[in-house]
Structure formats: C-alpha cells, structure tokens
C-alpha cells in the first residue's frame, strides 16, 4: 500500500499556468440536493469551485433554486425537471442530498446510460446503487464511488474488519472497472491496481457535510484534466490538509465544513 503524503501530491499536483483562461479548467456538473437537503448541494458545490474548476453547473429541482443563487453566485444552474443536454461537461458528479426516491433512481439510471466519462458516485447516489445492482456493471468506466462504511456495507455486504472491506475494495475495483475511495480516519483509495493510504485529517471531520464537500473537490480536480485515481488521491489528500490546518482557528469538535472549505486555500499554498 502506497502511503499518500506531501511528496506524492507534489508529483501528482500541475501547476496553473499563468496564461490559462476558465476554458483551460474544465466544465463540472454536480447533480445534487432535493427538498430539505439543498445543504448538500451547496457545500459540494463551493468546496468545487474553491479547488479551482474553472465552471460549475448544479442540477437542483426548480423550486430550490433560490438557495443556489444566493449561496454560491459563482455557480450556473439547471434544472432537475427539465431536458438536460450534458454534452458540454467534462466531469460529473451525483448524491450529495439528492434524495432516493423514484425520480431519483431514475435520473441515475439515465446518466449511467448517456454518460461516459468518469464520475463521482456519493451519498445518496450510492444507497441507489447498493438497492439495483445491475446498475453496477454499467457504470461509466474509470467512475469514483465515495462510500463510508456503512455505505460501503450496504453496497457490497457487511465486513467485520478494516482489512476484510479493503480487500473487497481492491476486488470491486477491478471487476467494476472503478476507483473506490472508503472513508475513514485513515481513508483507503484504489483502482484494483495500486492502493493508497492518506495521511491527513482529523476526526472534526466526523460531521455531516465533510462527504459533499470531498466531492465537490473530486470533481473539481476531474474537470481539470486529471486521471480518475489521481483526482481521488488529491482530493482525499487536500480534504484532509485544510482540516488539519482548520484547526488552527477552531478545535475538532467546533470545526465546521464550511470553515474547512475556506481553509482550502492555505491548503493549495502548504502543498
């Protein structure tokens, strides 16, 4: 197992170019948030914007679309309800608040079908998958599913061990042609090939929202060109590191998602 420190992320990291324009850093859609959970989109999205994607689309339903516009003025919209043409994007991501009803499955079932680049299966998205699991074997090729334990559980069975479920985790890669990233105080990251260990993070982590957010800095390093497992890495890496330096201004148990995605920043400039 590879061990997922400040030396690899330098190797892995490109740096921005000083000419470049918004065109250069990729287009993300994050398919998020439903009635009651709108919290979710929001986080993820900001955490998206602020590891640098150069634009972001949130597909919401219609009638939550205030919090978007007022929350994150950065962002574009569109709509859940309407007729979606997802041709322009080069990263995806799904779940975060987004619901597990009906409409739901099915937004899902047609994104496996219509999307072929990587994506980022999380939350809500995941608990759809572990109740149809034909939709497993379909998923585009190289996608980065994002479960925590008990996610990770509900997906491939219940595991006893830290060890059991990693070696579950190697095994799903490969045969589903995917990355799995099992969160944890020490998350594991593989594509069946190679395994990592990351070395950051604190247990003020422990919170709802830390996921959404690690999403939204998935994609973000997805629609800048990088490789599926190196998105992964960097994102569970710099997830972790601006939590640590979070703690600087606030302690575990005050340390809110909100202030770790500020800190994403001091984060960049520490790496």
Not at 64 to 82: G, K, N, V, Y
Not at 150 to 155: I, N
Not at 205 to 230: C, H, R, V, W
């Amino acid at each position: 197992m590879i061990t997922v420190d400040q030396y690899l992320i330098r190797k892995i990291l490109k740096k921005r170019l000083p000419e470049s324009h918004k065109g250069n850093h990729g287009h993300a859609l994050i398919i998020a948030g439903s009635k009651a959970k709108m919290g979710a989109a929001i986080i993820a999205a900001k955490a998206c914007l602020r590891t640098g994607v150069g634009l972001l689309t949130v597909n919401i339903p219609k009638k939550e679309r205030l919090a978007i516009f007022t929350s994150i003025p950065e962002a574009m919209i569109e709509f859940r309800e309407e007729k979606n043409d997802w041709e322009k994007y080069n990263a995806f991501a799904i779940g975060p608040g987004f619901g597990t009803d009906k409409t739901a499955e099915r937004k899902i079932e047609f994104l496996i079908k219509n999307v072929k680049l990587p994506t980022v299966f999380d939350a809500d998205s995941l608990n759809i998958l572990a109740k149809n699991q034909q939709l497993l074997s379909k998923l585009p090729e190289k996608s980065i599913l994002t479960p925590h334990v008990k996610e990770f559980d509900r997906l491939f069975g219940i595991h006893f061990s830290v060890e059991k479920r990693q070696q579950k985790a190697i095994e799903k890669a490969v045969e589903l042609n995917c990355i799995i990233v099992l969160k944890s105080h020490k998350t594991f990251i593989t594509d069946g090939t190679q395994s990592f260990q990351n070395t950051t993070g604190n247990s003020g982590l422990a919170k709802g929202g830390s996921g959404d957010a690690l999403t939204g800095i998935i994609t973000a390093f997805l629609a800048q060109g990088y490789e599926p497992i190196n998105a992964a890495i960097l994102g569970v890496y710099l997830h972790g590191l601006a939590a640590d330096i979070t703690l600087e201004s606030q302690s575990v148990e005050s340390m809110l998602i909100t202030d770790v995605i500020e800190n994403l920043g001091k984060a960049f400039q520490k790496i």
